[in-house]
């Protein structure tokens, strides 16, 4: 099989590779603003139709309980997507505007492998959990723990990593023993229609198990949110929409799991190699263009280095030019819309307006006359409480803020209304350790500390969202604990 994108048009429900019943709708290369062709437009009613085929496999099925066959499925789906590696890199690249070099990480080949992890779970898991004996109102009782698929989820993605998030939602709900709906995000259709497509065609994965409906239409996430049958909203997105999600979810008191967006503090103290920690920050905020909800998008540097932080932060940026994705060397490709570089400017010139000075960047760069490209900006003279530091720019923009000391940064770190990631860069494990105890957030990379992997629970704090992703707690996310009492026998 070649997955040719146009062939890819085609919604998964109950098993079968279906045409939309709204037609189809554009994808567009962000890198070049060229159409690439077509994916398939659901409706509501296909939205209907793969809840119910969702709803018919969880309960009419073995699925929920053949923990082995599950897993057997999961590494099946891994190793079908490997065989089509390069044909989903290329597709990759070009409806995301991925850079080639994220392809062998978090942006493809990360997430595909991941689903071993979740294989090995469902396989190793402690399904049942022996609490040993009680004596509740002087009855002695023997009690377990059964720990069980949730139900149907709804699985609802950004664009901005699709298969990362695809993965991260498919990879625990199918090895939990759930069945899922999942509903991408239209800028990034393709990516999920491919793996649909090659789930139906080339796993055992049984009819109803797995349903994706792309569209262009966001009111089928509400639908998917508010209905009766689905047990489990699982969402990526933004913070705004979480809260849409959350509201809609609560007709029904369905759980909800939210990973949403983030401004996330860089945090440089005094003792730091600062022209390391700087190069980190520059290329962080460069990278995939700054459309990641755990990039660091504030730098926060000793007051009395403020300068020097400032030329040596600049002159990495600079030096990051906006380009072509499927360039190997390509650091920071294109954003993902003209909606979306528009938001970038807006929140660019509102910076200037809010007295910041633009250091570097600022514009459009000059050698490309199509894509949507934004130049990696360095924003001076703000201080916290600017709508540029505060809120969420989805943009390679950074603004840099000083502080006065390590409880200060920290201050200034927990100044958010969000809470999802961070970084710190310094020499004195001590001052390290009290400097991560006060920070509020979900992950936190130390000198460069990657915290990104398979078993590593992800998510955050405040409006960052509520629960985890990947890891042991992220797969726990989809289950239900069933208390079993029962007289002892000793
Ligand atoms: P978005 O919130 O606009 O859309 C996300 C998804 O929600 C899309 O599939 C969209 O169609 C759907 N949607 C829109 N309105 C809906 C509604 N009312 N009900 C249900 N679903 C609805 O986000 P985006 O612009 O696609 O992605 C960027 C955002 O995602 C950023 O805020 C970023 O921080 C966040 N994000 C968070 C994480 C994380 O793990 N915390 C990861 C990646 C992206």
Same mark, same amino acid.
């Given at each position: ?220 996430? &509400? ?6 049958? #689905?047990?489990?909203?699982?969402? $990526? *997105?933004?913070?705004? =929409?979480? @809260? /849409? ?120 760069? &000059? ?6 490209? #934004?130049?990696?900006?360095?924003? $001076? *003279?703000?201080?916290? =409480?600017? @709508? /540029? ?102």
């Amino acid at each position: 099989m070649t997955l040719r994108p146009t062939d890819s048009s085609t919604l998964l429900i109950d098993g079968k590779l279906v045409p939309g019943s709204g037609g189809t709708f554009a994808v567009t290369d962000p890198s070049n603003e060229e159409l690439l062709g077509y994916a398939a437009e659901g409706t509501a009613a296909d939205m209907d139709a793969a809840i119910a085929a969702a709803r018919r496999a969880f309960d009419d099925t073995d699925w929920s309980r053949d923990h082995a066959f599950r897993a057997r499925c999961l590494r099946q789906l891994r190793d079908a997507l490997r065989e089509h590696i390069e044909e989903l890199r290329e597709i990759t690249i070009a409806e995301v505007g991925a850079p080639r070099f994220l392809t062998s990480a978090a942006h493809l080949e990360g997430p595909i492998d991941d689903l071993l992890y979740f294989a090995d779970l469902a396989e190793n898991y402690e399904w049942r959990q022996d609490l040993g004996n009680a004596a509740p109102m002087g009855i002695p009782t023997h009690r377990y723990l059964l720990k069980e698929a949730v139900g149907v989820v709804g699985a609802i993605t950004p664009w901005n990593f699709p298969h990362q998030i695809n993965f991260a939602k498919l990879g625990p709900a199918l090895a939990a023993g759930s069945t899922v709906v999942l509903k991408p995000a239209p800028d990034t259709p393709w990516c999920a229609a491919l793996v649909g497509r090659i789930a139906a065609e080339e796993t055992d994965i049984p009819p109803g198990v797995l349903n994706i409906v792309t569209s262009s239409d966001h009111a089928l996430g &509400a639908q998917l949110s508010e209905d009766p049958r #689905v047990d489990l909203i699982s969402f $990526t *997105g933004s913070t705004a =929409t979480g @809260r /849409a999600v959350m509201r809609a979810a609560s007709g029904t008191l369905k759980k909800v799991f939210l990973e949403l967006g983030g401004k996330s503090a860089f945090l440089v103290l005094d003792d730091a190699d600062l022209r390391s920690a700087c190069s980190m920050a520059a290329f962080t905020v460069c990278t995939h263009a700054g459309q990641g909800c755990a990039i660091t998008t504030r730098l926060v540097v000793p007051r009395e280095r403020y300068d020097e932080a400032v030329a040596l932060t600049a002159k990495s940026m600079s030096g990051i030019r906006p380009d072509d994705p499927r360039d190997p060397g390509t650091v920071c490709g294109p954003l993902i819309s003209e909606k979306q570089r528009q938001r970038v400017e807006g929140y660019i010139r509102l910076a200037v307006e809010e007295g910041g000075t633009i250091v570097t960047g600022g514009g459009r760069p &000059a050698e490309h006359d199509r894509g949507f490209y #934004v130049e990696p900006t360095l924003i $001076t *003279g703000l201080d916290n =409480t600017a @709508r /540029a530091a505060q809120e969420e720019i989805f943009g390679p923009v950074l603004v840099i803020l000083p502080h006065d000391g390590d409880d200060d940064a920290v201050r200034i770190a927990n100044d958010s209304p969000y809470g999802l990631s961070g970084a710190v860069y310094g020499t004195d494990p001590d001052r390290i350790a009290k400097v991560v105890a006060g920070v509020r957030t979900g992950t936190l990379g130390v000198n460069g500390g990657i915290w990104y992997a398979a078993d590593a629970p992800f998510g955050g704090y405040k409006q960052s969202g509520i629960g985890r992703e990947m890891g042991v707690a992220g797969f726990e996310e989809y289950l239900e604990t069933k208390l079993v009492a029962e007289p002892a026998t000793s």
